[in-house]
């Protein structure tokens, strides 16, 4: 049985969204981009917001995109970021990647960004995406590996931040190195003609730095994950404060680097 349990670490906190709402088919689905072509349909799975939706409806003129997410809140933001665009081949739903409610064979492809990590059961997720995706169809699936993740300097305190999110993640049902781990639960689904690459976000200029570190530093503090974080038992406010200087003491130094580590799977159906 899916092990529907999991549930969203991070929730839809503004100092999520910030990050949310940058991600591009650019900087995001790179790797699937070249796969497209103008009359595809496709499934976006975990849309939120809804910015990688657009790009990729915008690269099918011809074919549409289906956008779901399992948190119907969201999904509001992501309708005026596609009436924005004044795209009109875009339609949301909330849907369970666990159990979708779309006949076999649908989709041209399905596509998953940062989701994987999040579920309770990836392995079944991934059955799902191949099941609705037709003969000749891709199932695409990218996401960080946050024990991959590395930066310079070494101030401390982020040693400890990436090891109270990597517990909050698993206490919460998910997985937080998803990436290394997408070839191997594609396998698992029974996915056989599976290319797996990779890719990096760095944030390094004086301006990527100062956002990233003030995302993640409010994120620590004020966010669903820090409420689950205590609640939990994990970390005291106390805690989460110090963690939060870390990132912005990180984020102050000329000579700070972060790169977020992403698995990706191209699979063909």
């Known amino acids: 049985m899916p092990k529907e349990t999991a549930v969203y670490t991070h929730g839809h906190h503004a100092s999520v969204l910030r990050s949310h709402t940058w991600r591009t088919a650019a900087n995001s689905a790179a790797y699937l981009v070249g796969e497209l072509k103008p009359h595809m349909k496709i499934l976006d799975v975990g849309c939120g917001p809804g910015t990688i939706t657009a790009d990729l409806a915008a690269l099918v003129p011809q074919g549409s995109v289906t956008g779901v997410d399992a948190a119907p809140g969201i999904l509001d933001t992501a309708r005026a970021a596609v009436a924005e665009r004044g795209l009109d081949n875009v339609e949301f739903a909330v849907a369970d990647v666990h159990a979708l409610d779309f006949p076999d064979d649908t989709f041209c492809v399905a596509h998953a960004h940062q989701v994987l990590q999040h579920v309770g059961d990836p392995v079944q997720a991934l059955r799902e995406l191949r099941r609705v995706v037709k003969p000749g169809g891709i199932v695409a699936v990218r996401d960080s590996d946050y024990a991959a993740m590395t930066w310079y300097p070494q101030v401390p305190g982020l040693e400890d ?49 100062a956002w990233w570190s003030g995302l993640w530093a409010e994120r620590t503090t004020a966010s669903t994950y820090a409420n689950r974080a205590t609640e939990s038992g994990h970390a005291t406010p106390a805690d989460l404060e110090a963690l939060a200087e870390a990132w912005r003491e990180w984020g102050t130094r000329e000579d700070g680097w972060f790169a977020v580590l992403h698995g990706e799977i191209l699979c063909r159906v």
């Open 161 to 209: 931040w990436l090891d109270l999110y990597r517990r909050v993640a698993r206490a919460n049902g998910g997985e937080p190195d998803a990436g290394r781990r997408l070839k191997s639960w594609a396998l698992e689904a029974g996915l056989t003609e599976v290319t797996a690459t990779s890719s990096a976000w760095t944030f390094s200029t004086p301006d990527e730095r």
